[in-house]
């Protein structure tokens, strides 16, 4: 397993190349949890993603390295992660035979939970959040982390280099615009 | 859009945001000017802001807040939830309780006095005294992180272990030690309640949450509203504080008898409804507190009556300056009780009396505050439908000013009138105003009106003299009364009521601006 914390530094430090050697690895504990959750069947488990990449990054981060501000970047990556993970699987709903049964079922699971949470479905979201990215980057990005990371706001400023005002007054404005893009 | 013009709707929409409500759309308005699209697209948006909508609303529960992974939720109260949460390193086993204030409590400002009291709370270090042990933001609401105590509040404890009268005494006793050595480090408990003192397995006491009222509450001193946000348990609070008055260690001393009350004769002396103000100021401040040994049961009432009775009743006293100056003085009689030695409490007799008498008196205030509020809103709508109509509005102005300054004096010198003499002159400005707006081209108004700004604006000046926000009011005030003297002046140069009036204006105003001179007095 490669190391998730040289991996985060680097990344922090620019290396942009970082993410995309962290990417699979975090995709890879993400399914595995899943299905560990799945065939738990805990009644009081709600298979909600971000708790799926909190308890990724616990598994992938040595115990005593665990620091807020990494987490806060773990999360962000994490963030782009779920996002893509849970598009692909809504869009090929129909065309999901090849994958396992329980893969299929944890990743259904995953993308209810964050439709209830967010009450809109996921297809919708992403594509006002791709027309709020082309007037406005940065709030498209705070969307991301805040809605499929589950940052909060002081964590989505960490991730961004910005001041948790800033985050929570793009944050609102944006939430209203996809409010009314959807409506 | 483009995004030059998304950054100008935008910057426009989050200014709105941090606005009330009732605001928004007149600031809207300005910071649009002629640009009716723009203005047009941020009214769109905002309309989307419904305080109830689920869009895309992430206040859920927390699951990580900075090393801490929450378990579950083991409360939920007036100022938010309480969560079990366990330090996520693993290092060593430590669990915290995590209460999380709920949004639309003033989160900044509690944040800035959670900052600036910390090192005084981190300080508190007693064995029946749960610690403080860190705070932060989550999803821009405060949060505080207290040692966790298994145990159960001390009331349940005692009755389930059906505890003798001496070990409910000794239990107390550890209470009065905690609350005594904050006290020394001055900090007050501000809502001490059966709830906030568990027991644990071992049978030691533990208090939760000293300091963290304070840190949810306006400085009253500094904001003296009578709606000032409350951070109080009504059924447990003082009379200081159900009036807004500042608090000081004679306060917690109120809140400790009684809890003690409550412990001896197993029932609370009154029953407060929270939804019903002026009854809860008349129940607490007012009515007089039954012996414990009448409420408890026969057994209880034996034991009870004689010292007990008058230990209890001081530290229940109305007036904060006749009960125990400190907890360690309450815990002393009680331990002198204890040992069968002669206790320092006193019975009150023709003082009691005396304060029966003064009681009834100040419920009479209460009662005519009301009877005088509906007065006045009858009399200020009679005015402007008088008005309209060209009836004798003169006369019906003359009724209601009077009234309202004959009331507002006539309760000055009476002890705890405060809330209502603000009442009062919140009343007189409204009245005020309404008549300001009627009075262009009647001189003889306009002279009346400026010797009412003028009574506020000095009754303002001598009560608030400490307070920077109220002082800023008697000026302008006293201001308005100067600019309609000076407007009487300009058409009537040589009037002479006007003339000393606006000399008398002018000295007032000298004194309310903080200068060290003499105050006018409010009956000149």
């Known amino acids: 397993m490669a190391d998730v914390v040289a991996l985060l530094e680097r990344w922090q430090r620019g290396d942009k ?30 298979l909600q993603p971000t708790e799926l990449v909190h308890e990724a990054y616990m598994r992938l981060v040595s115990q005593r390295e665990v620091d807020w501000r990494n987490r806060a970047h773990f999360l962000g990556v994490a963030a782009q992660v779920i996002r893509r993970v849970l598009l692909h699987h809504a869009e090929t709903r129909s065309a999901q035979k090849r994958e396992g049964y329980a893969n299929r079922v944890s990743l259904d699971a995953a993308l209810q939970c964050l ?69 | 859009m483009t995004s030059e013009r998304w950054t100008r709707v935008k910057q426009v929409l989050a200014d709105a945001l941090d606005l009330s409500r009732d605001q928004r759309d007149a600031f809207v308005d300005q910071a649009c000017g002629e640009d009716q699209d723009l203005r047009h697209e941020v009214l769109t948006l905002l309309r989307g802001d419904e305080p109830d909508s689920n869009f895309l609303n992430l206040d859920r529960a927390p699951q990580r807040l900075g090393p801490w992974r929450i378990v579950r939720e083991i409360g939920r109260g007036g100022m938010g939830a309480v969560y079990l949460a366990q330090r996520e390193d693993g290092q060593f086993e430590q669990r915290a309780a995590i209460k999380v204030i709920k949004r639309g409590m003033d989160s900044e400002a509690v944040l800035r006095r959670f900052y600036a009291e910390r090192q005084i709370l981190a300080r508190l270090q007693h064995p029946n005294i749960t610690r403080l042990l860190d705070g932060g933001l989550f999803d821009g609401r405060p949060y505080f992180v207290m040692e966790y105590v298994e145990g159960e509040p001390i009331l349940d404890y005692s009755s389930r272990h059906s505890l003798t009268l001496r070990d409910r005494v000794g239990l107390f006793l550890s209470v009065c030690d905690a609350v005594d050595y904050a006290h020394g480090n001055l900090v007050l408990h501000r809502d ?33 509203t009578v709606n000032a946000a409350q951070a109080f348990t009504p059924q447990a609070a003082s009379p200081e504080q159900v009036k807004g008055e500042p608090l000081t260690t004679a306060s917690d001393i109120y809140s400790l008898g009684l809890l003690l009350y409550e412990l001896l004769a197993e029932k609370p002396p009154y029953r407060v409804q929270a939804n019903a ?36 009743l001081k530290a229940l006293e109305k007036d904060s300056s006749r009960r125990y100056s400190r907890a360690s003085d309450f815990a002393a009689d009680l331990r002198r009780y204890l040992e069968g030695r002669p206790i320092q409490a006193r019975p009150t007799g023709t003082a009691y009396r005396l304060r029966k008498f003064l009681s009834r008196h100040r419920r009479g205030v209460a009662a005519t505050v009301l009877v005088m509020l509906a007065v006045t809103a009858a009399i200020a709508d009679a005015i402007r439908q008088g008005r309209r109509a060209g009836r004798r509005f003169e006369e019906l102005h003359q009724l209601a000013g009077n009234f309202l300054f004959e009331f507002h004096d006539a309760i000055a010198p009476l002890p705890g009138a405060a809330p209502a003499r603000e009442l009062v002159e919140k009343r007189a400005l409204q009245y005020l105003d309404i008549l300001a707006r009627e009075s262009s081209g009647n001189l003889d108004l306009k002279r009346e009106l400026a010797e009412g700004y003028l009574r506020v604006g000095a009754a303002q000046g001598l009560v608030h003299e400490s307070n920077p926000a109220k002082a800023a009011e008697a000026r302008a005030n006293v201001e308005k009364a100067i600019a309609l003297l000076e407007q009487v002046l300009r058409a009537k140069p040589s009037d002479p009521t006007a003339t000393s009036d606006l000399a008398r204006a002018r000295l007032t105003l000298h004194s309310v601006s903080g200068s060290a001179g003499p105050h006018p007095t409010l009956s000149q």
């Not at chain 1, 190349?17 to 690895?25: G, I, K, N, T, Y």
């Not at chain 2, 003192?197 to 949810?216: T, W």
């Open chain 2, 277 to 312: 103000p002026l009854e809860m100021v008349d129940l607490i401040c007012e009515r007089a507190v039954p012996r414990p040994s009448l409420l408890a049961g026969l057994a209880g009432a034996r034991v009870l009556r004689g010292d007990l009775d008058t230990i209890v």
């Open chain 2, 192 to 224: 001490l309640k059966g709830g906030n003192i568990l027991v644990d397995s071992r049978g030691e006491v533990k208090l939760l949450d000293f300091g963290i009222a304070k840190l949810l509450t306006e400085d009253v001193a500094a904001e003296q």
């Open chain 1, 115 to 183: 439709e209830r949470d967010a009450t809109v479905d996921i297809l919708t979201l992403n594509g006002a959040m791709e027309r709020l990215a082309a007037i406005d980057p940065r709030q498209s990005q705070i969307v991301e982390l805040r809605v499929f990371g589950g940052l909060t706001v002081e964590e989505a400023a960490e991730v961004l280099s910005l001041s948790a005002t800033t985050v929570k007054r793009e944050w609102s404005v944006a939430r209203l615009w996809l409010r009314k893009e959807l409506t």
């Open chain 1, 17 to 46: 190349s970082a993410l995309d050697e962290m990417l699979p690895e975090v995709y890879d504990e993400l399914k595995r949890l899943a299905r560990i959750y799945l065939s738990r069947e805990r009644p009081d488990h709600s």
